[in-house]
């Protein structure tokens, strides 16, 4: 079976520490690995939208099965843009929400992360959010749900394709059943 590990620390004499992005199942400490030289890398661009994706750039929701052609791809890990590249203006996003426009207004082009226990509205807030960019604001969403329940993920499918944003929105997931380095590669 073939796991994805991504390098963290070589130890020397041809040994390494990873981080599994994909289930140990069968893997034993001292087992020889192959090197692929590769970074793990993901689709971008408009071929991404309306598709569910795991940490290596899998897509998750190609039900048909036909071919999906995936023309560009980039690292997970990559050097920040320079900085005579970066917006000088700082232009406030409105979410439409009071609540979060007063008290914790967010900058446009920015990430967004929002943090809590279960069952407290993270996702109804993103799901608003989400369908404010699409509709009110012609934008393209990322969401990358870090931990969630595979049914936590399906209802926001669904209701993203219910409310017409899901061929707005890209999605990640690194779910609750998978590695922690799963998890931590998808954040």
Do not use: C
């Amino acid at each position: 079976t073939e796991i994805t590990l991504e390098i963290a620390l070589h130890l020397g004499d041809d040994v390494v520490r990873a981080i599994a992005l994909k289930p140990t199942d069968g893997l034993v400490r001292g087992q020889e690995v192959r090197d692929t030289g590769a970074a793990i890398s993901v689709p971008v661009g408009d071929v991404t939208k309306g598709k569910v994706f795991n940490v290596t750039g899998d897509i998750l929701n190609n039900v048909g099965g036909e071919p999906i052609e995936i023309t560009e791809r980039w690292p997970i890990h990559r050097k920040p843009p320079m900085f005579d590249q970066l917006e000088s203006k700082t232009q406030l996003f409105e979410t439409g929400i009071k609540v979060i426009d007063l008290l914790t207004p967010y900058v446009q082009g920015g990430k967004i992360g929002l943090f809590g226990g279960a069952g407290v509205g993270k996702t109804v807030l993103i799901q608003e959010m989400i369908q404010r960019v699409a509709q009110d604001h012609g934008g393209v969403s990322v969401f990358a749900g870090v931990g969630e329940r595979t049914r936590e993920g399906n209802d926001l499918i669904m209701e993203m394709e219910e409310a017409g944003v899901f061929d707005k929105t890209a999605l990640v997931f690194g779910q609750m059943d998978e590695p922690p380095g799963t998890r931590l590669r998808v954040a």
